[in-house]
């Protein structure tokens, strides 16, 4: 019987007692079990009361465990998801879907690098023997450059032979020179009939400030960048051929900017190869694409640490009459995808988004930042794909430059500050 049904029946029997004023012993006998009714009462609450706390408690202890158990599991579960994030720090990009590659092991080019160490100022070059379509976007208000109009859609020629990235500002365009001997001697070139002109483009950075200003990639260091290029490729990220005099992060002048250098990326995504080379001279701070976080650019007041040039100029709210005299940030993209020129100056315009994802601030009248795009094959692809591709590879290999760069000509590398144990 429940205690619902016990109290229900007590009380019962209690109400239908009746006390008959003529029999004394009658009306002891039911006061007495009125006494003893009332007690089981009692005793019956008390142990309802004691039940009900009872399940009370067990319904809240399931509930407990049910919950701990649902925490335990989401502990089990968040290692996994950020080691998966540490393991994959590309995941959501496009490259995320390919292999990465040397960009030395593309096929159709070759890159050579020389450079002036004691000067800091070098030159980088890519060479195509039998010719390669080529696109240009230039974004920044002071470019150093040669032979860009080729470039252009609407002039004549259909492919170049070789791209020179180099130093020296406009007196470094003379590098130009001994590439077109090179290729000249080797007969690479367009067919004029008395001899092969072979079609160079080059952009330069400005690093007149960081070493030597008289001493400047010429023709004798652009000759044997090409010969390097063809006979023994050098090329390697850090302080080498373009980036040898690259430096980052100067808008408070030179005493508070960073080493910066050349640095590459490529991948492999089925039959589709794209890869990048910057030589990253910026005017601004450096960050990691995948992340936000600054790794290079204006050093704080005691030299230990970084600041924001964005914050810095809005601080100072005025012009900078020298601020020209140190930027340009040039590279190029190559891919064995087939495109013309046309299709390859609107890929070269999206890999810019690459520099503005990795460069703040970017694009500057202090600024002649230039992008080159190159196919040297005759795979079919995406020209949509293909751009957003050429912004990511170009954005992992700026920060592959300013990783690789050591400190030099008394200007500290990311390395030095400390910000490269953060990298993946």
Not at 85 to 105: H, L, N, R, W
Request: charged share 20%; glycine share 10%; proline share 4%.
């Amino acid at each position: 019987m429940s205690e619902k049904n016990s109290i229900n029946l007590v009380c019962m029997c209690y109400n239908k007692m009746t006390i008959c004023p003529y029999a004394t012993n009658n009306y002891q006998m039911i006061k007495n079990m009125k006494r003893r009714i009332v007690v089981m009462l009692a005793v019956i609450c008390t142990a309802c009361l004691c039940a009900c706390a009872i399940n009370a408690q067990g319904f809240y202890e399931t509930k407990n465990r049910e919950i701990v158990s649902e925490e335990e599991k989401q502990r089990d579960i968040l290692p996994d998801i950020e080691s998966a994030e540490q393991k994959d720090p590309y995941s959501g990009t496009a490259i995320a879907c390919g292999q990465e590659i040397p960009v030395t092991g593309m096929n159709g080019i070759r890159i050579g690098q020389a450079e002036n160490a004691d000067a800091g100022t070098g030159v980088t070059v890519f060479i195509s023997e039998n010719g390669m379509p080529a696109g240009l976007d230039v974004r920044g208000g002071g470019p150093a450059s040669r032979e860009s109009q080729l470039l252009n859609p609407l002039t004549a020629a259909q492919q170049i032979h070789a791209v020179v990235l180099g130093g020296g500002s406009a007196f470094g365009l003379q590098a130009a020179n001994g590439v077109m001997q090179y290729l000249e001697e080797h007969n690479i070139g367009f067919d004029v009939g008395v001899t092969k002109v072979p079609l160079v483009a080059q952009s330069d950075i400005f690093d007149l400030t960081v070493g030597d200003p008289f001493t400047r990639p010429d023709p004798d260091m652009g000759y044997e960048a090409a010969r390097r290029a063809m006979e023994q490729p050098n090329y390697q990220d850090g302080n080498y051929g373009a980036g040898c005099g690259a430096t980052v992060g100067k808008m408070a002048g030179m005493d508070y900017c960073m080493k910066s250098g050349i640095g590459s990326y490529a991948v492999r995504i089925g039959d589709l190869e794209i890869g990048a080379v910057v030589a990253v001279n910026a005017l601004g701070d450096i960050y990691d694409w995948k992340t936000g976080q600054q790794v290079a650019g204006l050093l704080s007041e005691d030299k230990t640490g970084l600041c924001s040039t964005s914050e810095y100029m809005a601080g100072e709210n005025r012009s900078v009459a020298d601020a020209f005299a140190d930027n340009t940030t040039i590279g190029i993209i190559i891919t064995n995808a087939q495109f013309n020129k046309a299709q390859l100056c609107k890929i070269a315009g999206m890999a810019h988004d690459g520099f503005a994802r990795s460069i703040r601030p970017v694009h500057t009248s202090a600024d002649g930042d230039s992008i080159y795009a190159v196919s040297v094959g005759t795979v079919e692809s995406d020209q949509d794909l293909v751009g957003e591709l050429a912004s990511e590879v170009m954005s992992e290999a700026i920060l592959r430059a300013v990783i690789n760069a050591e400190s030099a000509y008394g200007y500290p590398s990311v390395s030095e500050i400390g910000y490269a144990d953060t990298m993946p």
